[in-house]
């Protein structure tokens, strides 16, 4: 396992524990998926099911910009394609989000971050850099 996946994991763990301390009693610890990377930023997608929604969302704060997708009902989407443009236009990072949950690490600056499903493409402006910011789609 890859040793940020571990800190992630732990510092998931610590938080709910803190929050919910009933989920200390858990049989079987979350594991996180692996971060990605792609030229000067890293991501990694996830929260399918409710463990791993839980650990994806308590890690949020620890990651320059957290992307959320879901339908407009409310219901969680995956498999979303999104492209992250720099204030340059060039791309910053591209991928297809495997769950509702997107952590991303990209250097302080602004961007534009570009999500598409199902015919349907939105996009918003971010500028990363004075803490932790969400990018919430609704298709």
Do not use: I, N
């Not at 030229?39 to 620890?62: I, T």
């Not at 957290?66 to 236009?89: E, I, N, P, Q, T």
Request: charged residues 20%.
């Amino acid at each position: 396992m890859h040793a940020f996946s571990r800190t992630l994991l732990r510092a998931a763990a610590l938080c709910a524990c803190a929050t919910a301390p009933w989920l200390a009693q858990a049989q079987t610890p979350v594991v996180a998926p692996a971060m990605k990377v792609q030229d000067a930023g890293r991501y990694v997608c996830g929260g399918v099911g409710s463990d791993e929604s839980v650990a994806m969302r308590a890690a949020m704060k620890d990651h320059p910009l957290s992307l959320l997708f879901a339908r407009a009902s409310g219901a969680y989407l995956a498999d979303v394609d999104v492209m992250v443009k720099d204030d340059k236009g060039g791309t910053a990072l591209a991928m297809r989000a495997s769950g509702p949950v997107c952590l991303v690490d990209l250097p302080a600056g602004r961007y534009t971050v570009e999500a598409a499903s199902e015919g349907v493409t939105k996009s918003q402006a971010v500028t990363l850099g004075a803490g932790p910011k969400t990018a919430d789609f609704r298709f």
